[in-house]
């Protein structure tokens, strides 16, 4: 059974810096997408970042370009989101996701591409 777990949440103010992390057990098979979402309260879900295991391609959302870096380990199965210049608008609950063994169509971008997902880090960023 695949299972994704977060790690490195918690509280932080404006300016500082925090990295999460997300480690994926129980495949067979190395992701070919993995993806940090957030969702803060009464908001929608929403992709932070992502990236193609293959390519190495990334895709950040705008409000966080330059200031947020995804990352995978060398094995492929560990995704981090290293996020410098938090703003109390990046508060919200991360969540990992991956996209593992078959089925996947190759794009990953949205929430929708990612079929496996974490129980989520709390971020809070105070002003």
């Known amino acids: 059974q695949v299972q994704l777990v977060e790690s490195g949440g918690g509280s932080v103010q404006a300016g500082g810096s925090l990295r999460l992390s997300c480690i994926v057990s129980g495949a067979t098979s190395s992701p070919h997408c993995m993806g940090w979402f957030r969702q803060a309260p009464g908001k929608g879900r929403e992709a932070v970042a992502t990236?193609?295991?293959?390519?190495?391609?990334?895709i950040y959302h705008d409000s966080v370009k330059g200031r947020f870096t995804i990352s995978q380990g060398s094995a492929k199965n560990t995704v981090t989101l290293q996020m410098n210049t938090l703003k109390p608008e990046d508060t919200a609950m991360y969540y990992c996701a991956a996209a593992v063994g078959g089925g996947w169509y190759g794009r990953c971008r949205t929430e929708t591409d990612l079929r496996y997902w974490g129980q989520g880090t709390q971020v809070t960023v105070s002003s």
């Open positions: 990236i193609t295991s293959g390519s190495g391609r990334t």
